[in-house]
């Protein structure tokens, strides 16, 4: 049956069925392309407006090195911390003395795009790195991180003082100018 409907077809009307089969073929690998490529732009959109929250240590030197752990939001949206936990007991390892773990406020914590939270640290009882497991929202959605953080990193990093004897106050202004023109 096939055989005889085929014999009984034209030249011309084999070329419009090849151009109807190509077109239809053409159509069908456009439409996939098309969601290909809206799929990768969600995901492009989602990865640069999501929050994305870090942990990392800042050490300042005012005459003594303090230590403080960051935790901050380098994203574009607002996190909520729902799950804050860590394989290292920081009970004893705060600034001031505490029985109480401090890093467990965290829980239900919002960042918002740019802003930290910071926590004092006696850096020598930091004896190894840190694992954190993060869980936060983000929009509708919920991430999930795993942060291996060496807290210790860089402490004894030197960095020069200037001595400025009988000029503190210029010094002290100079240098709140100079922090003020580098963030803006």
């Known amino acids: 049956m096939f055989n005889e409907f085929i014999s009984k077809l034209t030249p011309s009307d084999i070329i419009q069925i090849l151009g109807i089969i190509t077109s239809s073929l053409t159509a069908i690998v456009a ?6 490529t809206l799929r990768q732009n969600s995901k492009m959109l989602e990865d640069s407006s999501r929050a994305i929250i870090s942990i990392y240590p800042q050490f300042i030197n005012a005459g003594t090195t303090m230590l403080f752990m960051v935790i ?6 607002p996190a909520i911390i729902q799950k804050f936990d860590y394989d290292f007991d920081f009970t004893d390892c705060y600034k001031f003395r505490s029985d109480r773990d401090y890093l467990k406020d965290f829980i239900g914590c919002s960042l918002a795009p740019g802003q930290s939270r910071i926590c004092s640290l006696d850096y020598e009882k930091l004896t190894r790195p840190v694992t954190f497991s993060l869980e936060y929202q983000s929009g509708p959605k919920i991430y999930h991180e795993s942060l291996t953080v060496d807290l ?3 402490v004894n990093i030197p960095a020069p003082k200037v001595a400025t004897p009988g000029m503190e106050l210029k010094s002290i202004s100079y240098t709140l100018q ?3 023109q580098k963030n803006l």
């Open 31 to 36: 439409i996939i392309i098309s969601l290909v």
């Open 72 to 77: 901050k939001n380098f994203g574009n949206s």
């Open 152 to 154: 210790q990193a860089g």
């Open 178 to 180: 100079e922090m003020l």
